[in-house]
């Protein structure tokens, strides 16, 4: 069975820190990883996908993928009140004959002013 | 707005009713997943469509629930006999068919079964 697991916190971190958000699943046939973002009852917000080991950076966001140790993480730097929401994981087989999104239950990030 | 469209955005139901929602992918693309959300959950995949071919469902859909996509654009998700379980917050996403697992979400259609 996939899993995706992530701490649900909430994770507090001072406006201008660093918020680090960390993901393992448990699938290795798994080869596209994202990052969504969700505000309080709205739906998820693509932010971020990463597909091979390494960083990517958009903006203040930097995603990690280690596919040795199934390690996905997201770095939000200088933490904004506005980052304020749940982030959640998500994991594709891709081209398996899957594409659907197996998520995590999302960490809830509260970025304090 | 060019965005994935959902309707209607709320539905309030009295248990044994059917109820019916509605998807609009973003134009062009031609792949359309269905998802459900409960509190504290992260989406859990129901099923997907690549043009009007109902391609996967999970074992999450059972008999009571069925899903349309007729002509390739808009889709529909159909459930009959409603149950309180079945409130949740139904999402619609779609993608393109070169970057099929790249989805995009809609606003969400909330329904409660009371």
């Known amino acids: 069975q996939k899993e995706v697991e992530q701490n649900s916190g909430p994770l507090s971190v001072p406006e201008g820190a660093i918020a680090s958000l960390n993901c393992t699943y448990s699938?290795?046939?798994?080869?596209?990883f994202f990052w969504y973002r969700q505000y309080s009852g709205k739906s998820p917000e693509l932010i971020m996908s990463?597909?091979?080991?390494g960083d990517k950076e958009d903006g203040r966001f930097t995603a990690q993928l280690n596919k040795a140790s199934q390690y996905v993480s997201l770095l939000i730097r200088d933490s904004q009140p506005s980052d304020s929401a749940t982030y959640l994981c998500?994991?594709?087989?891709?081209?398996?004959?899957?594409?659907?999104?197996?998520f995590g239950k999302g960490t809830k990030l509260s970025v304090i002013p | 707005d060019t965005g994935v469209s959902q309707d209607p955005r709320h539905k309030i139901t009295k248990r044994g009713q059917n109820v019916t929602f509605r998807c609009d992918p973003i134009?062009?693309?031609?792949?359309l997943y269905w998802y459900r959300q409960t509190l504290g959950q992260g989406p859990e995949f129901l099923t997907y469509?690549?043009?009007?071919?109902?391609?996967?469902k999970s074992r999450l859909l059972s008999d009571r629930f069925s899903a349309e996509r007729p002509k390739g654009s808009f889709s529909t998700l159909e459930i009959q006999r409603t149950e309180q379980g079945d409130s949740a917050m139904y999402l619609c996403?779609?993608?393109?068919?070169?970057?099929?697992?790249?989805?995009?979400f809609g606003p969400g259609t909330r329904l409660t079964v009371l």
């Open positions: 996403a779609s993608s393109l068919s070169d970057s099929p697992d790249t989805q995009y």
């Open positions: 699938d290795r046939g798994s080869q596209s």
């Open positions: 990463i597909y091979s080991n």
């Open positions: 998500a994991v594709s087989l891709s081209g398996a004959g899957s594409y659907q999104l197996t």
């Open positions: 134009s062009e693309h031609n792949r």
């Open positions: 469509f690549q043009n009007e071919a109902q391609l996967e």
